[in-house]
């Protein structure tokens, strides 16, 4: 028979987001609430200063975070429900099932998405070149955490498959670097240790392309670099090590 | 017609663990396979090695001439699973868990809605269709997993233990409709119940700690076994001299002789005689399997 891909792209964002959204509306208002509330904090304690930066940055936590969700999501659909191995004795191809989970983790977060671009567009007024520069940081940041996701739920470990382990992930690389703030504000020595997570360099860019933060055209490119140089080792070891069938 | 051959499986986990050793058999693919064997035989391993979900550490395996490894990717086309611990999910329905496997199979939005509400009516829970799975009892939910599989194209499929938790009228509805099923596809399913094999399987194969010690009809079981009758006797009944026979005693005292033919015959005249109550009947499964994987308990037990 002849086999729809985009069937087959579509039950993964049916599965792993519409249904739960559509059967418990209640995720709706969670999803909304995690990137808005650090962004409300930030722009009351600096009474308005950082409103433009904290929006960069809930967007910068959506598209990191929807890896590292899809991470806890993968591992709970193949060890608690043993939905991948009934989808790995199917025509569908890994490719495929991730490619679907993967999107199915930016249709879950639409809703927040939604109110940060309507506040950007209101606030930031980014012009063409500005909307590229943010859009193309965002997905290198979507692609990096979607590697990291998938290389994480090949790993079975009690560990890795808790929920606490990707909230432990998304602190780490999305809440506490200088994403909704620029790194100027932090101290040495810890601006050193921002640079450890890959979200400081995406937030540099951001930061820069919009005027919040002033660095030089080689200290730019260089995030640029790091940035894309992370994303596809990352992106790399995760085709190698992951594992379609067992051994 | 088709068939499933397995040559020379082995497979040894990370951990060392031999699970399978050297499984080698052939079955006709069409009708009903059932797998039986103890707690950590090896069935799911194997099941889970022909469904293309495990490499096995030697050994080759085809399903209607498709290699399980070099051809995988044919072979999926044609079979579906429903995994040992497989769960429908809570967050969905059971037309919502149907139609999105037929999606993920390549089929078109309307036809997978549609196919799902008729596979949902074929095993009778198209009344669930649109509650919650968690809200489901357990066997409406192991049933919502078989209308998943089974809602597709698939002719080959496989079951692992797909009545473990059911009461025994849910139990048998499922055979019904397993039987039915296995009317025009090829059914590969493992069990713990002996006569779920019985009453469900054409063939039957035995594992015993990763080797298959025993494969054939059920009447090829019984022909191949030492004995061939059960005699049952109450208890306080005196035994006579036997020939060729077994005695085992159960707790209640009752007495059971499995024998052959000519010597079952012989006692049941002696018996009918001798005006002592007692039954006899073929051997049944149970018997069979109880006396090979018993022997097997007692050797390592005398060892
Ligand atoms: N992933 C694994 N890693 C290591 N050992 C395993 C793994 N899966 C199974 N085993 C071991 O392999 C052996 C066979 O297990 P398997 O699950 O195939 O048995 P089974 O016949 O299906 O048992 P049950 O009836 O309890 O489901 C067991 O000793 C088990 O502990
Ligand atoms: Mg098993």
């Known amino acids: 028979m002849k086999r729809s891909k985009l069937s087959q792209i579509l039950a993964g964002v049916l599965v792993n987001a519409i249904y739960e959204m559509k059967n418990y509306p209640i995720v709706l208002i969670s999803t909304i609430i995690s990137p808005l509330s650090l962004l409300l904090v930030i722009t009351f304690v600096s009474s308005g200063a950082l409103f433009g930066t904290a929006i960069e940055g809930g967007l910068i936590m959506i598209f990191f975070s929807s ?181 | 017609m088709g068939k499933l051959e397995c040559k020379e499986i082995t497979k040894v986990y990370q951990d060392h663990r031999k699970a399978l050793d050297n499984v080698s058999f052939s079955v006709e693919t069409k009708g009903i396979f059932g797998l039986i064997g103890r707690n950590g035989a090896g069935k799911t391993t194997l099941i889970r090695i022909l469904s293309t979900e495990l490499e096995p550490t030697s050994g080759t395996a085809s399903i209607d001439g498709l290699d399980v490894l070099s051809q995988a990717d044919m072979l999926r086309e044609k079979i579906a699973i429903v995994p040992q611990e497989a769960r429908a999910i809570r967050w969905m329905t059971p037309k919502q868990t149907v139609m999105s496997y037929l999606l993920w199979r390549g089929y078109h939005y309307k036809q997978a809605n549609q196919l799902a509400l008729e596979s949902l009516k074929k095993l009778k829970i198209d009344q669930y269709a649109n509650i919650l799975n968690t809200r489901l009892s357990g066997g409406t939910k192991r049933k919502v997993l078989i209308a998943t599989v089974t809602a597709s194209e698939a002719d080959i499929i496989f079951l692992d233990e797909p009545t473990t938790g059911l009461d025994p009228i849910s139990r048998r509805e499922l055979w019904d409709i397993l039987r039915e099923l296995g009317k025009d596809r090829f059914i590969f399913l493992t069990t713990h119940y002996l006569e779920e094999a019985e009453q469900l399987a054409d063939h039957i194969g035995i594992l015993q700690e990763g080797k298959l010690v025993s494969i054939g009809t059920l009447s090829e079981l019984r022909g191949s076994s030492r004995y061939q009758y059960s005699i049952k006797l109450p208890p306080k009944a005196q035994v006579p001299l036997l020939k060729d026979s077994e005695v085992t005693t159960s707790k209640s005292g009752h007495t059971q002789i499995m024998t052959n033919e000519a010597e079952a015959f012989r006692l049941a005249r002696l018996f009918s005689e001798q005006g002592v109550k007692f039954s006899i009947t073929p051997v049944t499964l149970d018997d069979i399997f109880f006396h090979i994987v018993g022997q097997k308990v007692r050797e390592e037990n005398e060892a």
């Open chain 1, 67 to 247: 890896g590292i969700a899809l991470q806890s999501d993968l591992s709970h659909l193949k060890n608690d429900f043993k939905l991948q191995d009934m989808i790995v004795s199917s025509p569908t191809s890994s490719r495929l099932y991730m490619g679907g989970m993967a999107l199915a983790e930016i249709v879950y977060s639409v809703p927040a998405l939604v109110i940060l671009i309507v506040l950007a567009g209101i606030y930031l007024h980014p012009s063409l070149l500005q909307i590229a520069i943010l859009s193309i940081v965002l997905l290198l940041m979507f692609a990096v955490s979607v590697a990291i996701g998938f290389m994480l739920s090949t790993f079975s470990s009690d560990v890795v498959q808790s929920y606490a382990f990707s909230r432990l992930l998304s602190l780490l690389f999305a809440t506490l670097p200088p994403v909704y703030y620029p790194i100027t504000y932090v101290p040495s020595p810890f601006n050193y240790l921002a640079y450890l997570s890959p979200t400081t360099y995406a937030a540099e860019i951001m930061h820069s392309a919009t005027g919040y933060l002033n660095i030089s055209t080689n200290m730019l490119i260089l995030d640029w670099v790091v940035l894309l140089v992370v994303c596809a080792v990352i992106l790399f070891i995760a085709i190698r090590k992951t594992r379609w069938r067992e051994v």
